[in-house]
């Protein structure tokens, strides 16, 4: 198999008005993103990556340790940006879901013009191959725009079955990944070990946002009665955060005020006459 990344690229001493805008708006860590980001183009596929939707977990975790203070959020802002302002080609990522540029194909390329094969998709390029004798075209994209996947021909069973198995393994561990994002959100953190799984792909399913406004409402919930606790962090993530989703939550009325151990009752008006009388009757 002919080889596709390559060990470094060049990064300029200055940076250009659109890094520059996205360190503007996002600090050090937003370019450190955006670096990183081409550490996984440049040294994986060479000229693009794949930027479906379980690709932010799974970039945060395999690109930045658990202390670097990256959070999906900066991620995601960050590539929006760099889409907006030219860093990557937003008609390829709308059409494909790929990160690329004209730049980062020209650099590629000219690094790598002298190999004997070069495997690229004909779809993905921004930029003239032509003369390059090492290009060898791979199959044609099908692409599926639901939920902006790209979506490849199978060539045999066996290879479903092996795309099929690498699915369900990259799944897991963009749930888990997920997971470790949620559990530092929430306050009470006991029980970890607890969640299964099962229940971490169900979260996956409902997606970081969703969880972090059900998080959000449940700890806002709590800090307005006085005598409430956090529930264990399994708790929450096992059942406890249903009531807080989108479509379940409801918000409350204010609760009623509370001192000491006594609730404070609104004071009612009655005729007492008429209730003796009614005593008496009886």
Known sequence: MAMTGINSFLLD????????EVEGEFGVKGFAVVVRLWQKIYSEKG?????????????????FGGDSGVTLRLINEVVKRCLSNGIFDAGMY???SVLTSARIQTQYFNVVKRREQIPVI???????????RG??????????????????????????????NKDTM???????????????????????????????????????DEMERAIGRYVSYVKS??????????????????????????????????TGQFVQFMQQDY????LEREILSN
């Open 13 to 20: 001493c200055r940076t250009n008005d659109n890094i520059s």
């Open 47 to 63: 000229y693009y990556c794949e930027w479906t939707e379980r690709s932010p977990v799974l970039f945060l975790s395999n690109w």
């Open 94 to 96: 709308q059409k494909y």
């Open 122 to 132: 004909k779809e993905y390029l921004l930029v003239s191959v032509g003369k390059i």
């Open 135 to 164: 290009i060898v075209y791979e199959n044609d994209v099908s692409v599926c725009r639901n939920q902006k996947n790209a979506c490849r021909n199978g060539t045999s069973k066996v290879k479903e079955s092996k795309e099929k």
């Open 170 to 208: 990259c799944t897991l561990e963009k749930a888990r990944a997920l997971f470790e994002e949620l559990w530092k959100l929430y306050p009470c953190k006991k029980g970890k070990g607890k969640v299964s799984d099962t229940q971490k792909i169900k979260l996956l399913k409902i997606g970081y």
């Open 225 to 258: 009665i006085s005598y409430l606790n956090h529930q264990n962090g399994s708790t929450f993530f096992n059942s406890g955060y249903i009531d807080y989703l989108d479509a379940d939550y409801v918000e409350d009325k204010k609760p009623v005020k509370q």
């Open 271 to 274: 005729d007492f006459e008429q």
